[in-house]
């Protein structure tokens, strides 16, 4: 049949085929981010979070690793696997809150603050990583701030929001950067408490990336992996979801009994859908666009983010 005469589904469904064929030849796995599109989802050999495919990426034996998510992403794949080519579909998306903190800002409040020890969320550069001491992500940055030594300062960065809900979890008073995830941020109070009145059942889960009237609301706060783990075991039939809303997909795909409603239709990240099949196929087949690192940067990086594994055991 021609390209032509195929419906829009019968068109991804062969290009879908098409990158799989073409990443079983280039020995490439293709991993997505839970906050992809759907359909880049669908195709994805591994979806999850920075920690989970991280993971997955240094353990695999193929030697390309394909990052749909944003930059920070694919960066901290490279920064933990040197040997493998990375590439990253769309080479645009990035993430405004890792851009909030740059490294000689960091360094600089570094400098008011010797002795402090740095801990730096994952949505961050490779170069500001470099100047961490711990690296988290928010899967485990309560975890991570405990380990610090109880009379050490901490310095947190970027996000101002997750900072400010480990300091109340951990009880650890900690200097915050003042950054933010501006898809978070548009979750509005006002309207996870009309969901809530639409919805009286619901239980409301909500990302500690949330400002901090909308965390108040909340039944659980937690990370991506978090949230798909909390809707699978709870015994809830409804879920409002109060992050980015293409988690819904992968959410729904797993629990076809119950019911996912979105926080806010306005929390899409506009640079996690800037991947789209399209771009898949490209990288896949043209080895583009690849993520390379300076060696110094990328060593003192992997130790910030080594540390953290070995801080959990
Ligand atoms: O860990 C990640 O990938 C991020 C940035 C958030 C989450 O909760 O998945």
Known sequence: ????????????????????RLARERGAVILAHNYQRGEVQDLADHVGDSRERSRIAAKAKEKTLVFCGVWFMAETAKILSPGKTVLIPEPKAGCPLADMCSPSQLAALQAEH???????????????????????????????????????????????????YVREVTGRSMHLWDGFCATHERIGAGEVSSARAAHPDAKVVVHPECNEAVVRLADEVASTSGMLRYCAESGAASFIIGTEVNILHRLRAENPGKTFVPASENADCMNMQLTTLEKVHAAVRDGVHEVTLDEDVRRRAARAVERMVEVLG
Do not use: H, Q, W
């Open 114 to 164: 010797p002795g402090a020890v740095t801990v730096t969320y994952v949505n961050s550069s490779a170069e500001v990583k470099a100047l961490s001491d711990l690296c988290c992500t928010s899967a485990n940055a309560a975890a991570v701030v405990r380990t610090v030594p109880a009379e050490k300062e901490i310095l947190f960065v970027p996000d101002r929001n997750l900072g400010r």
């Open 1 to 20: 049949m021609a390209d032509t005469e195929k419906t829009p589904a019968e068109r991804n469904a062969a290009l879908v085929e098409e990158i799989r």
